[in-house]
């Protein structure tokens, strides 16, 4: 599951504060760069200074914070160089997960698929018609999509790395706002095809042509150098 749009609820007080900051560094709500300050943080999210010491030292490890010494802490900046990185790891990833779902998946998991893809696309033809007021839903389907095509791939661990690449590249796209249109939506139909017939490598190829796309036209908005 995504560590930032498809978490069980919160079991403590902490780990609440410790989503909500992930999730306002993921969605730009927190921008790149922007010092945290503690007292300002223990106001906006409810949790005491030694609280919210650690959840920045946990998001350090995650490297979506930075500790600047005596300075205190930092959201991390963004690069066109991480960015590349970012989508190479989750391209690597994500195809190895498709093999794999693609050879376990069953009848419910083509349901999962199907169903996932149509709340994507009427939330495509919403962006498509000039509707822009609910960018987070059509992420949160975005990834729900990727995650049911990947979902009966068999591993824990590939599925969690995973959830933990494509928040970093969506906090990239959210940064850019890189909406493509057309050409993303009929990606994803080309791989929701790909899937009803268990076709993993014409997957990947789509998939390839999917990141690089994305990838690109972020770049071309000039908001990441």
Not at 54 to 80: D, Y
Not at 136 to 158: N, P, T, V
Request: net charge neutral; with cysteine.
């Amino acid at each position: 599951m995504s560590e930032v749009l498809d978490r069980p609820p919160p079991a403590t007080v902490g780990e609440g504060a410790y989503r909500r900051v992930r999730a306002d560094i993921i969605f730009g709500r927190l921008a790149p760069g922007q010092r945290l300050r503690l007292e300002r943080l223990k106001e906006d999210y409810g949790v005491g200074v030694s609280t919210l010491r650690e959840i920045l030292n946990r998001l350090q490890s995650e490297r979506l914070v930075l500790a600047e010494g005596q300075k205190g802490f930092a959201v991390a900046p963004v690069s066109a160089v991480n960015l590349k990185e970012i989508a190479a790891l989750r391209q690597l990833l994500e195809c190895r997960a498709l093999e794999q779902s693609f050879r376990a998946g069953d009848v419910e998991w083509e349901g999962e698929v199907v169903a996932a893809h149509h709340r994507l696309a009427r939330m495509e033809q919403r962006m498509a018609e000039g509707d822009r007021s609910e960018t987070e839903l059509w992420k949160q389907y975005d990834w729900q999509f990727h995650q049911a095509l990947i979902s009966a791939c068999g591993s824990r661990m590939l599925i969690a790395n995973h959830a933990a690449v494509f928040d970093k590249y969506l906090r990239y796209q959210m940064i850019a706002l890189s909406y493509r249109g057309g050409i993303a939506s009929g990606e994803h139909s080309e791989l929701l095809d790909c899937a009803l017939r268990r076709d993993a490598a014409r997957a990947c190829e789509v998939l390839t042509r999917h990141v690089a796309g994305g990838l690109e036209h972020a770049l071309a908005t000039g908001t990441i150098s």
